[in-house]
Nanobody, 125 residues
Framework: QVQLVESGGGLVQAGGSLRLSCAASAATFGNYAMCWFRQAPGKGREFVAAIRWSTGVTYYADSVKGRFTISRDNAKNTVSLLMNSLKPEDTASYYC??????????????????WGKGTLVTVSS
């Protein structure tokens, strides 16, 4: 069983930055896919970014490419999402998710095995 706990959400002005963190517990992550999804009010959950734990290779949704950076810290078992140049449309609850391997590309919420409870990001205009 893998537990994921997000932190770092909050209120920020447009153009600002936030860093989200996901503390992950597991004996080993091997080839896990570690992902961030987000869900805005009244909308479905959408893929934001992913990182392959074993290699550190990253993937991004087009809407965040060039603004967001996903990374992992092997020693601390954490996955971070650095969000720069934030826009009001980035407002959403952000969820950390993990899957034992990439089942689809880009990842979809149905393909994840574990979820955190989410952290709210609000970007004011």
């Amino acid at each position: 069983q893998v537990q994921l706990v997000e932190s770092g959400g909050g209120l920020v002005q447009a153009g600002g930055s936030l860093r989200l963190s996901c503390a992950a517990s597991a004996a080993t992550f091997g080839n896990y896919a570690m992902c961030w999804f987000r869900q805005a009010p009244g909308k479905g959950r959408e893929f934001v970014a992913a990182i392959r734990w074993s290699t550190g290779v990253t993937y991004y949704a087009d809407s965040v490419k060039g603004r967001f950076t996903i990374s992992r810290d092997n020693a601390k078992n954490t996955v971070s999402l650095l969000m720069n140049s934030l826009k009001p449309e980035d407002t959403a609850s952000y969820y950390c998710a993990a899957a034992t391997h990439f089942r689809t590309f880009p990842p979809v919420s149905a393909g994840m095995d574990y979820w955190g409870k989410g952290t709210l990001v609000t970007v004011s205009s």
